[in-house]
DNA sequence: GTCTATACTCTGATAGAC
DNA sequence: GTCTATCAGAGTATAGAC
């Protein structure tokens, strides 16, 4: 009585994903896989030649993802709500999916200097402060937001922080942030 | 012929320090351990109960190495010289350090709202940012910046700038952080 | 294209001789 | 207090039958 027992891609990737999500990256294993689709670990090498290629896909998903969901918040609003409904995206989205957030910024993740799915994501969120700062390609403050959006992420999942102060940082700190960018762009026609 | 071969406490740290330093967490394991230790895994379990004690030992090490390196960087300044300075600090250190850092900040650190060296790590930026703030007890922009300076670290480390921009970035959010600080301690005594 | 069976390497940890 | 020997488990991946 085998199961729908026919393996594809797709159905792999699935429950590659729910694995991912449920456990992180280190639960994401041939032989749970295979387990979870009633199939012998060495049929998944039919479909995909190794784990990194697995991971590999589940990233690339995930940046596009994470793309599309910065780019639906901040559609349609002025520079500075716009990248304020971002930021509360990204930290949605890393709260929601805190493992496929983890994949993005792996330390085999690859920068995003090269084209790609990473690379549009950081090219979003690029024109989103510049649009703000004025400032073309404002690298420095894409930067700057970019490392407390995800330091806050980090520390809030870590329990770095107790059970007080962090919602108060993280608007605090991002006010901080786009007030700077605001002044910077009232300052440059000059 | 056998080395000094006497084993101690003390002597086993110094060697899993090492490793730690090499090559992460990941690479501290009891057998590599031991071999460079010229001795037999299972001697090492006489001077420590399992490979957990081994890393918490550590992450106090660590913890209270940090707190004294941004106390000493600034110790003696003004209240936002002081602030820049400790931060200077921090992204040296978790630079030369990078696995001691993640030690720090590993998910199974315990919060710093119990008392021990992570408290009183936190407690010491507590302190540089209330003094400039001239807000007592200042969690929500302590945890800002401490958010900025984490994530400003781990993306640095994971390659995820290209190979401009992370620095211009630092001195930008930095200053757009410290100069929040003190323009609200300029409007409080109002 | 899935199966059985297995090779290989790594991990932490323990029992008992000396 | 270090040793030998071993347990028990994890992991990725491959060969070859069907």
Redesign the pocket.
Known sequence: M?YP???TPDLILSEAQTLLDNGGESA?????L?AAL??????L???F????ALLQALEDAASTEFNRVLQTASAGKASRAALWAAAEAYLSYARAYPHRYGLLLSPHAPAPVQPGPAKDLWNTVLGLVSALSQTPDDTARTVALWAFLHGFVVLERSGQFGLSGPRGGFDTGLTALLDEMKRVAANRPE
């Open positions: 085998p027992a026919k393996l994401l294993n041939m032989r749970p295979a009633h199939v012998q670990p060495s049929s090498y039919r479909h030649p190794d784990r990194g």
